[in-house]
Every structure is written in structure tokens, then in C-alpha cells.
């Protein structure tokens, strides 16, 4: 599934308002949580199920940023913790199954996340 690239408000150096941040982060959550329904179609309930019962859930990260600044790894990471929770809340499962691998790769025009389970 693809993601949009990540409100940097939500990024740990951001310096946010704490009402504003817990709103982003809750768009950011169901955002993530509508796009997986939409990527995995009526079978997500199923598919969690199966995922859940297999106990640990590889999961596969790519960053693709919107341009050339520097960033760090750990920040993009953390920006993308309330996706992680959306994700998880569509398939049911919780989120202490994912055994995440994250890539960075070359900057696009405009910047997503791809996640593959």
C-alpha cells in the first residue's frame, strides 16, 4: 500500500501545540487506517486474522522523500508511528506484530511511504 509523505508536523523536532499535534496525528492515524481498507478491500478482516494468527507480521517500509534535504532515518520513523497505528487498526491486529525493515530510497516528486506486509 501507499502512504502520503508524512506532515512534517508530525516529525519529533517539530515544535507543535500539544491539542495540534494529537489532531494530526489522529487525521495521520485514520488516513492510514482508510487507505489500507482501500488497498486490501473487503478480505482486510480476514487477512489480519491470518496475519494475527502467524504470530510476528514482516512488514517492509520504504521512504521515498519529497526532496533532496537531509533527514534523519530515526525522525522519518517516528513521523510514521501514527500510519503504523492506523494500519494496525485496519487489520485488527496489534502493532508489537510488526517486524519492520525500513529503506530509504531516491527522493520523488511528491514524497510517499510504500508498505508491504
Not at 516529525?11 to 482508510?34: F, G, W, Y
Not at 537531509?70 to 487489520?91: C, E, P, T, V, Y
Request: hydrophobic content about 40%.
Amino acid at each position: 500500500m501507499t502512504l502520503p509523505w508524512p506532515n512534517k508536523r508530525l516529525s519529533p523536532n517539530a515544535r507543535v501545540h500539544r491539542m495540534a499535534s494529537s489532531r494530526i496525528k489522529r487525521n495521520a492515524r485514520q488516513e492510514a487506517a482508510l487507505l489500507a481498507r482501500a488497498a486490501l478491500g473487503p478480505t482486510i478482516k480476514a487477512i489480519g486474522a491470518a496475519l494475527a494468527e502467524a504470530g510476528s507480521i514482516e512488514m517492509t517500509v520504504t521512504f521515498y522523500p519529497p526532496d533532496r534535504r537531509h533527514r534523519d532515518d530515526d525522525n522519518m520513523i517516528a513521523s510514521f508511528k501514527a500510519a503504523r497505528d492506523g494500519i494496525a487498526d485496519a487489520l485488527g491486529v496489534d502493532d508489537r506484530k510488526f517486524r519492520p525493515k525500513y529503506t530509504i530510497a531516491e527522493p520523488c516528486t511528491p514524497g510517499r511511504i510504500e508498505i508491504t506486509l
